[in-house]
């Protein structure tokens, strides 16, 4: 069975260190891999997204993420994080070409 | 250009009671999906729809009902609403597969 795995539910990074948040999936094929950002009270925003081509994909608010197929990984990466940036993150997977299954999310807490 | 709408933003329901979640899209996206979030499990897919008139079940249907009688408008319904399904629901939208998604700002529905 499909499935997206985020094993890290809470994460807590100094302003201005860096990130890294985890994903991994489950899948036959190459899937179409994406990131999401909730902040509380709000829907979700798309961060970035991987079809296909050069596994390192750049995203809004500075984001960036590498897909790893030997390894079923699309992690998140930051270099520098910014107050704003704390918010609950969500991993998924597009199956079936109108599917979405989502992980269950990595909430950052942000250190001044 | 609003997006996607979700009314009501919040509600809350005696057991056995029915309701009606409305989704409106002003995007002219085929596809519609319905989504609930609960803590720790991410958001799992309860029906979605590929184009005005058709409907499928998704990861988690059991209990609801949709409609897409308009291509703009996904309605999804709770004939006899269970505390289990006490949940924040999000409705998206996609132009098409793999584009990624438009998400609601979400209704948060108690069932007391």
């Known amino acids: 069975a499909q499935s997206v795995t985020q094993p890290d539910i809470h994460i807590t990074v100094s302003e201005g260190a860096s990130l890294e948040l985890r994903c991994n999936y489950s899948?036959?094929?190459?899937?179409?891999l994406f990131w999401y950002v909730q902040s509380p009270g709000q829907g979700l925003q798309l961060l970035l997204k991987?079809?296909?081509?050069?596994?390192l994909v750049q995203g809004i608010k500075g984001f960036e993420a590498e897909f790893k197929r030997s390894q079923s990984s699309f992690n998140l990466r930051k270099p520098s994080v910014h107050w704003s940036d704390a918010a609950e993150y969500f991993c998924?997977?597009?199956?079936?070409?109108?599917?979405?299954?989502f992980g269950s999310g990595t909430k950052l807490n942000v250190k001044p | 250009n609003a997006g996607v709408t979700q009314t009501p933003k919040f509600r809350v329901l005696k057991t056995g009671q029915s309701m009606t979640l409305l989704c409106a899209q002003d995007?002219?996206?085929?596809?519609m999906y319905w989504y609930r979030q609960d803590p720790g499990m991410g958001l799992r897919l309860i029906h979605y729809?590929?184009?005005?008139?058709?409907?499928a079940k998704g990861e988690v249907p059991d209990g609801y009902n949709v409609s897409r009688l308009k291509k703009q408008n996904f309605l999804l319904g709770l004939e006899s609403a269970a505390p289990s399904q006490t949940s924040v629901y999000f409705c998206?939208?996609?132009?098409?597969?793999?584009?990624?998604?438009?998400f609601g700002s979400g209704t948060r529905l108690t069932v007391v």
């Open positions: 998206a939208s996609s132009l098409a597969t793999g584009y990624g998604y438009t």
């Open positions: 899948y036959g094929a190459t899937p179409y």
């Open positions: 991987y079809f296909s081509g050069d596994t």
């Open positions: 998924a997977v597009l199956y079936n070409f109108n599917k979405f299954y």
């Open positions: 995007m002219n996206h085929e596809y």
């Open positions: 729809s590929v184009g005005e008139g058709t409907t």
